[in-house]
Antibody, heavy 119, light 107 residues
Framework: QVQLHESGPGLVKPSQTLSLTCTVSDGSIILSGYYWTWIRQHPGKGLEWIGNIYYTGSTYYNPSLKSRVSMSVDTSKNQFSLNLNSVTAADTAVYYC???????????WGQGTRVTVSS | DIQMTQSPSSVSASVGDTVTMTCRAS??????LAWYQQKPGKAPKLLIYAASTLQSGVPSRFSGSGSGTDFTLTISSLQPEDFATYYCQQANSFLVTFGGGTKVEIK
């Protein structure tokens, strides 16, 4: 059973870069047809897709965040990462990593990590 | 972008009831729709993918239907553990979008 675990700072200052890493265990990140994803949820709100990355490094980003987002993958560590720059209070959210299956659904999720943007 | 609209935003129901909620896409998405259940403080859980295929381990009281732009999630014989928020998600393109959610509350 694949497990995903998010890690990174819980507090980021405005205008700085939010950096999170998702570690995949009990399964390889090199999996044909599967993408790896970041999703966030603002307090009391719905789910917002941030972007997908393939193990080759190919990415797809939410157009509304594209100018500030970058994702990368480290297959040697079975990890993928999220960088979101120039953050504001509006980026305060719970950030989830997830696996995007060949059925185009998110079948495995991390437990989520809460990130607060505040000085 | 494809917009996903869920209705109702909330529904009150009792244990044993049948609950139906809908998700409408702003353009046709074939059957590329998934449904998730989320409980407070927890990550969402995949219930249904490809509009009507039950994810492994999900109880059969959950069912999904629809294609094109209109989709339905039905929970038959509502159980206490089913009180949660449900989200739809379209997967017609690599640009993923979620619906705003339907909260199932205890009447």
């Amino acid at each position: 059973q694949v497990q995903l675990h998010e890690s990174g700072p819980g507090l980021v200052k405005p205008s700085q870069t939010l950096s999170l890493t998702c570690t995949v265990s009990d399964g390889s990140i090199i999996l044909s047809g599967y993408y790896w994803t970041w999703i966030r949820q603002h307090p009391g709100k719905g789910l917002e897709w941030i972007g997908n990355i393939y193990y080759t490094g190919s990415t797809y980003y939410n157009p509304s965040l594209k100018s500030r987002v970058s994702m990368s993958v480290d297959t040697s560590k079975n990890q993928f990462s999220l960088n979101l720059n120039s953050v504001t209070a509006a980026d305060t959210a719970v950030y989830y990593c997830a696996r995007y299956s060949t059925a185009w659904a998110f079948d495995y999720w991390g437990q989520g990590t809460r990130v607060t943007v505040s000085s | 972008d494809i917009q996903m609209t869920q209705s109702p935003s909330s529904v009150s129901a009792s244990v044993g009831d049948t609950v139906t909620m809908t998700c409408r896409a702003s353009q046709g998405i074939s059957s590329w729709l998934a449904w998730y259940q989320q409980k407070p403080g927890k990550a969402p859980k995949l219930l249904i993918y490809a509009a009507s295929t039950l994810q492994s381990g999900v109880p059969s009281r959950f069912s999904g239907s629809g294609s094109g732009t209109d989709f339905t999630l039905t929970i038959s014989s509502l159980q206490p553990e089913d009180f949660a928020t449900y989200y739809c998600q379209q997967a017609n393109s690599f640009l993923v979008t979620f619906g705003g959610g339907t909260k199932v509350e205890i009447k």
